[in-house]
Nanobody, 124 residues
């Protein structure tokens, strides 16, 4: 059974940092891409970052470049998203997702497994 479980969200002041975690099970991660998406209230779900598990290659959306770092822990089958210099516009539910591919895609439609999400609230 495939499971993706996010954690690490919460309320933080603007300028602060958070590290989100996504613990996985039931997946052969070496052949997969792991991504982070977010969805603000009333908006569509959008791509944030992704990492190709096998070689660690990463992709970021422009709005988080320089503020976000996606990483993985092979021993724990866990992917992380470190977000620094948080802004109120980063407020959203953050989702972890997995895609069975070598190429990193940024569309939600390419990802076949999703977690339940973790809420991030950034106060100004």
């Amino acid at each position: 059974q495939v499971r993706l479980v996010e954690s690490g969200g919460g309320l933080v002041q603007a300028g602060g940092s958070l590290r989100l975690s996504c613990a996985t099970s039931g997946l052969t991660l070496s052949s997969r891409v792991m991504g982070w998406f977010r969805q603000a209230l009333g908006k569509e779900r959008e791509f944030v970052a992704a990492i190709r598990w096998k070689d660690g290659y990463t992709v970021y959306t422009d709005s988080v470049k320089g503020r976000c770092t996606i990483s993985r822990d092979n021993a724990k089958n866990t992917v992380y998203l470190q977000i620094d210099m948080l802004r109120p516009e980063d407020t959203a539910v953050y989702y972890c997702a997995s895609d069975n591919t070598w190429t990193i895609y940024t569309s939600v439609y390419n990802y076949d497994y999703w977690g339940q999400g973790t809420q991030v609230n950034v106060s100004s």
